[in-house]
C-alpha cells in the first residue's frame, strides 16, 4: 500500500556548501519482498536496496543465488561468499535506494519471530540517526 517515500535532500544542502548532493529513496521491506519473482528481483544488502533484475543473468555466481534471495535481506549471504570489492563496487549500478529506518521499526510486531534481525535493524538505525541528518 505504502509506495517508495518521497525522495529526500539527505546532503543538507545549504546553496554553498560543497557537499554533493544526493537524493535517497527509501523503501519498506514489505515493498521489497514484493519483488521476488524473476521478472523483478530485488535484495537488501547491508540497509540498501538493489534492483538486480538485470544483473540476473550476469552474476558470474549464477541466478538461482539470487532468485533464493528475492525481495530478502541478503546481508548475510552477500558477506559468506567473500565477494571481491570489485562485486562491490558492482552493487552500485544496481542500487535504488534504502530501507527506511523508522518504517522498519513501524512493522514490529510483524517482526518477532524475527528478534535478531530486528536488532540488527535497531543498530542501523542508531547508525543512521548517527550519521544523518534526520529525515522525518
Ligand atoms: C547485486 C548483488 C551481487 C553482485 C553485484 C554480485 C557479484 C558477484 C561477482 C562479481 C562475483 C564473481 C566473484 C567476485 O568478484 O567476488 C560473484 C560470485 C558469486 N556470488 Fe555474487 N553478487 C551479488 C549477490 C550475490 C548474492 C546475494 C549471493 C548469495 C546468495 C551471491 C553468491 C555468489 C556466489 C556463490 C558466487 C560464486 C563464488 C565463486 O564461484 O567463488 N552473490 N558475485
Known amino acids: ?38 521478472k523483478e528481483i530485488w535484495l537488501v ?30 546481508s548475510e549471504s552477500f558477506e559468506d561468499v567473500g565477494h571481491s570489492s570489485d562485486a562491490r563496487e558492482m552493487l552500485k549500478q544496481y542500487y535504488i535506494g534504502d530501507v527506511h529506518p523508522l518504517l522498519d521499526i513501524l512493522d514490529f510486531p510483524h517482526r518477532r519471530r524475527h528478534s535478531l534481525r530486528f536488532l540488527v535493524s535497531l543498530l542501523h538505525v542508531g547508525k543512521q540517526i548517527l550519521l544523518r541528518r534526520p529525515c522525518w
Open 1 to 38: 500500500v505504502l509506495g517508495p517515500m518521497a525522495a529526500v535532500d539527505a546532503s543538507g544542502s545549504d546553496g554553498k556548501g560543497q557537499g554533493v548532493e544526493t537524493s535517497v529513496t527509501y523503501y519498506r521491506l514489505e515493498e521489497v519482498a514484493k519483488r521476488n519473482s524473476s
Open 45 to 74: 544488502i547491508h540497509g540498501r536496496v538493489y534492483d538486480v533484475t538485470r544483473f540476473l543473468n550476469e552474476h558470474p555466481g549464477g541466478e538461482e543465488v539470487l532468485l533464493e534471495q528475492a525481495g530478502a535481506d541478503a
